[in-house]
């Protein structure tokens, strides 16, 4: 269901890798931690050409993943595996990035300190997640035009599950400080943020 479900954002996952692109080339190694279907990577492989790796906890997506990179015709391999405990050597990747997922990590700080001791110094990742204190206003925003039901379950989940585990600027920020990073690029918009870090 959350893979239909996320189908239809496939907007939002072009413009996604559309911001990324600019940051990576050709021969870029990229990580995606938290795929979920896979939409993201595949994105980014098609406008990169690099090599994208994704690494999910639920091994029905892995296969979900590894299915749609293959209709899709791009090469992306996915892989089953802890965003706290990353199966991978350190200084290995040019790019991280993660969507949607962050705030459902239950060792959020291991898995910053992991992303950390992946990336090759200069490498940068990316955390894009739901914010804390979006208003009312913004959620009915993002749902227009979806449908009345899609959108009142969207509006549902937000309000009840999503906000629960999300965070604010003050609280990721405060969290960041904590890890090997020590500092990131907090940039909000009306629902979510965009956490940028470099090793």
Not at 1 to 21: L, N, V
Not at 134 to 157: C, P
């Amino acid at each position: 269901m959350y893979a239909r479900q996320t189908a239809r954002d496939i907007e939002e996952f072009k413009a996604a890798a559309r911001r990324i692109a600019p940051h990576i080339g050709p021969s870029a190694r990229v990580l995606e931690i938290a795929p979920g279907p896979g939409y993201l990577a595949i994105e980014i492989a098609k406008l990169s050409g690099c090599r994208v790796i994704g690494l999910d906890a639920s091994h029905a997506f892995v296969r979900i993943a590894a299915e749609n990179a293959r209709k899709a015709g791009v090469r992306v391999n996915f892989e089953q595996g802890d965003a706290a405990d990353l199966p991978f050597p350190a200084d290995q990747f040019d790019f991280i990035v993660c969507r949607a997922a962050f705030k459902n990590f239950t060792r959020p700080l291991h898995a910053l300190d992991e992303m950390h001791r992946v990336l090759k110094a200069g490498g940068v990742a990316l955390v894009i997640d739901l914010r804390k204190d979006f208003s009312s206003q913004a959620v009915n925003d993002y749902v227009r035009g979806r449908g009345a039901i899609s959108a009142a379950m969207i509006k549902l989940t937000f309000h009840t599950m999503l906000k629960k585990w999300a965070y604010t600027k003050e609280t990721i920020a405060a969290l960041v400080a904590q890890s090997q990073f020590r500092h990131g690029d907090i940039r909000l918009d009306p629902i979510g943020f965009e956490l940028w870090l470099r090793k």
